[in-house]
């Protein structure tokens, strides 16, 4: 299919993010998933083909990193995909800073020369001359990763409790008539303007599925209601693994410049 038959047919609203003039779409994408991050990495013909799908429903919001895939796989898919759509009316995110030392640690950096360096293969690969979000992944601090990681939230124990919160989350869908992912993105949206979902997925049902979030309105009533169904304090297990979570900007500090 080329270029010029690849348009949007489903209207989803836009926003801005910072103060810098970025507008993108209301719903993101996270384009992690298709190169094996959470699952196993589709070929890139199915990965781009699910890119053009995304795009042609409405989002225009694409996220990557250097970090996804191997050989920086994920970044080398996601520009392909791009080079079959309209770039001036995408905006493509990709992130630096993680990365595997030869001792096996799992390491954040972020000095000026490295940054510099990780941008300018970020904007090789992708085959780009511009990229419009350029964040950090993790803070710059250094950790030594564990042998195994299995994520913390559905290891042991933690599963089974944080199945009885995910069925009170379901039971709550069944009343909006949507179900328990579209009634999470939703109650994100209503958070604020500024809160920009970027859910990834590597199944187009789950794509159009995501989209419809967008129509599920909630009360004011309704956010109490799911905020106390799900009490972050509840859930059981860390958002992210140790490698990851103690390189979270809420446990790391920079030297002061």
Known sequence: ???????????????NLGSQGLEVSRLGFGC???????????PHEEGISLIRQAYNRGIAFFDTSDLYGDNYDNEIMVGKALKQLPREKIQLATKF????????????????EYVRKSCEGSLKRLGMDYIDLYYQHRVDTMVPTEQTIAHPRFIGENLEKNKLLYNRL????????????????AWLFHQGDDI???????KLENLVTNIESLKVKLSTDDLKEISEAIPVN????????????KLSYKFADTPVL
Not at 170 to 185: E, I, Y
Not at 196 to 202: A, D, F, S
Not at 234 to 240: N, P, Y
């Open 32 to 42: 992690g998933g298709l190169s094996g991050v959470y699952n196993s990495p589709l």
């Open 97 to 112: 800073g993680c990365l595997w030392l030869e001792n096996g640690e799992f390491v954040a950096k972020g000095t000026p």
């Open 196 to 202: 920009v979902p970027i859910p990834g997925t590597t």
């Open 234 to 245: 509840e859930v059981s297990g860390e958002r992210d693994p140790d490698v990851l979570a």
């Open 1 to 15: 299919m080329e270029m010029e038959h690849c348009h949007q047919t489903t209207d989803v609203p836009k926003v």
């Open 170 to 185: 379901a039971a709550l869908s069944t009343r909006h008539s949507c179900c328990p992912a579209q009634l999470a993105l």
